[in-house]
């Protein structure tokens, strides 16, 4: 049988046992005539082919291996600096495994390659002498006789990984990437119906006041451009601090913060910043400013998947979740755009930094406690 090294790469001089140089030159192209893999030897400064076998031709695209000896590997390269790049690490190392190139066919078109690449020194003999008589400065003074290798055209599995990756994207628009790293998860694959962690979480709720006045006076293709460019103000705020999305609600946002209460009223700043910026340019289109309350709160809750088997989403569930809902709803009623209770006052690292004022103590329906309630201005 054929023999490969242990770097993958075919031994171009093995000869079988009992076999004369004829019967093995015989052998040995004939195995190389029915490999799928690219096997090739160039001269030392990896521009030249001096042997090729017809899958290395057909890789590239060439009809016959004549026509493509006729040409030099460096110029099949797309980006002609990772032919340098290879020479460097053969040089060092020299051999070269699975070193992925995107590489040019005959006609113009894209593929990626993986090389598997090693060196033939000239004999013992052609060392230059040296004080330094460790591997590395051996190799480094070794004259390069060829260069064996074997390549492989990896184009279908780059292009499935690449869509692979797009499809994560397209789903982590859908279910947050930090929604499945809380839940421990790598992948919405290992995602499974009740899967759940209970954990301490900030939770922001912010809504549009008078949006069903508001929304009245549109149409319906006009409701969905509203929302969707004003939620392009509010969603950047929630990301830059270290907080996801869990769901929109209409033009309501629901977002949660695991890393601190501090990165939950900081995003709420940079909301109604963002907000200021938005209504400046509906003032410059004619169109009247819109208002937001935000309510944040902080405490235990359980965060996971609900549903059922065909149809699940993301969630969370706890008091803590439904007093902040409610403290959204105050800002109605004080007509103060930001609220906090103070649990979240309380987790804050540091409250001297923000300006907070004490509204009022509160109790919600169906609580046997009274909330004190803040206003961040």
């Avoid at 390659?113 to 052609?126: G, R």
């Avoid at 549109?218 to 969905?224: C, G, H, P």
């Avoid at 400046?280 to 088997?309: C, D, F, Q």
Wanted: proline fraction near 3%; include cysteine.
């Amino acid at each position: 049988m054929y023999k490969f090294d242990n770097n993958g790469l075919p031994e171009f001089n093995y000869i079988f046992p009992e076999e004369d140089e004829q019967e093995h030159e015989t052998r040995y192209r004939d195995i190389l005539e029915s490999l799928n893999v690219g096997v090739y030897r160039i001269a030392a400064d990896n521009k030249k082919f001096l042997q090729a076998n017809p899958a290395a031709a057909h890789i590239f695209g060439y009809g016959s291996i004549y026509e493509f000896l006729q040409t030099a590997l460096y110029d099949h390269y797309k980006y002609p600096k990772q032919s340098k790049e290879i020479i460097e690490l053969l040089k060092r190392d020299g051999y070269c495994k699975n070193f992925e190139v995107e590489m040019l066919k005959k006609d113009g078109s894209t593929i990626w390659v993986s090389f598997n690449i090693a060196v033939k020194y000239e004999t013992n003999s052609d060392l230059t002498t040296s004080s330094d008589h460790s591997p590395n400065n051996a190799i480094k003074n070794r004259k390069i006789k060829w260069i064996d290798g074997v390549l492989e055209d990896i184009t279908e599995r780059k292009e499935a990984i690449k869509r692979l990756e797009t499809l994560n994207v397209a789903y982590e628009r859908f279910v947050p990437h930090e929604f499945l790293h809380t839940l421990g998860k790598k992948s919405i694959e290992d995602v499974q119906l009740n899967d759940r962690i209970e954990q301490d979480m900030s939770i922001l709720f912010s809504d549009i006041r008078q949006f069903c006045t508001l929304s009245e006076t549109m149409t319906l293709e006009d409701n969905f451009r509203f929302i969707n460019s004003y939620l392009s103000y509010m969603g950047p705020a929630v990301r830059q601090h270290h907080g996801f999305i869990d769901k929109f609600i209409g033009d309501s946002i629901m977002a949660l913060f695991g890393r601190s209460a501090d990165d939950a009223v900081s995003a709420a700043v940079m909301m109604l910043r963002n907000l200021k910026n938005y209504n400046e340019g509906r003032k410059r289109a004619g169109y009247s400013p819109v208002k937001i309350g935000i309510g944040i709160n902080t405490g235990n809750l359980m965060l996971g998947t609900i549903g059922e088997t065909h149809r699940m989403e993301g969630t969370v569930i706890g008091d803590a979740v439904n007093v902040a809902s409610r403290l959204e709803k105050l800002t109605k009623h004080y007509k103060i755009p930001l609220l906090i209770s103070e649990y979240t006052l309380n987790a804050l690292k540091d409250p001297s930094i923000y300006t907070i004022k004490f509204v009022d103590c509160v109790l919600f329906k169906g609580k046997s406690r009274h909330i004190s309630v803040y206003e961040v201005l």
